[in-house]
């Protein structure tokens, strides 16, 4: 069954600290995987994209890494802002264009 | 969020009442989607279109169906609402490979 596991549920840091958000996915064939991060009250905004050959993808202060080997993606977040406070969601694309399997989120708030 | 816009916003209904979302884009994208969000489960796909007239089912399309009668519009219509279904409901739109997906702000539905 194609499953996209996130980890932690929620976390909470400090204004200006790191934070790593972990996920695990089951999807085969694998297209590519994105981060999204969606404010309360808004639609899911994309951060990156990593198709199977990319080990790693920046967008400012976010850096996400692909292991498609293990199956396993992570998203960097250094310096936090109050603005990061957000869910931020692993979604997997079974192959081009195809579905995607979306993870339950972590809930990340960011404490001054 | 650009490109694409829902309505309404924000909705109560009584059960048993039909009830249309509306999705717009301005993208002249093929591809709309409609996504629910539920706390404790990831973004849940009702239906998709993939052209004018061309629709299919999604994961949880049971109580729901859609129109596409023209490129820009996207119709999520409840013919007879009931609780179960009070939800956030999200569209969005595909372009391709590199732009991606874009989610529209959301409709949030609560059925009485």
């Known amino acids: 069954k194609n499953q996209v596991e996130q980890s932690p549920q929620s976390l909470i840091i400090l204004e200006g600290k790191n934070c790593t958000l972990q996920c695990n996915y089951t999807v085969s064939p694998f297209s590519n995987l994105r981060w999204y991060k969606q404010d309360t009250g808004r639609g899911p905004v994309s951060l990156t994209i990593?198709?199977?050959?990319?080990n790693t993808k920046s967008n400012g202060r976010y850096t996400a890494t692909l292991d498609a080997d293990t199956k396993q993606s992570s998203l960097h977040i250094t310096a936090s802002q109050l603005s990061d406070s957000a869910s931020y969601i692993c979604v997997v694309s079974a192959k081009q264009g195809g579905k995607l399997i979306f993870g339950q989120g972590t809930e990340l708030s960011v404490k001054p | 969020d650009a490109g694409i816009t829902q309505s309404p916003r924000h909705k109560v209904t009584e059960t048993g009442t039909p009830v249309t979302l509306r999705c717009h884009q301005t993208?002249?994208?093929?591809?709309m989607y409609w996504y629910r969000q539920d706390p404790g489960h990831g973004l849940r796909l009702i239906h998709y279109?993939?052209?004018?007239?061309?629709?299919d089912k999604g994961e949880v399309s049971d109580g729901y169906s859609v129109s596409r009668s023209k490129t820009e519009d996207f119709l999520l219509t409840l013919e007879s609402a009931t609780s179960s279904q009070t939800s956030v409901y999200f569209c969005a739109i595909f372009g391709d490979s590199n732009y991606g997906y874009t989610f529209g702000s959301g409709t949030r539905l609560t059925v009485v």
């Open positions: 990593m198709t199977f050959s990319e």
């Open positions: 279109s993939y052209g004018v007239k061309d629709t």
């Open positions: 993208e002249n994208h093929r591809y």
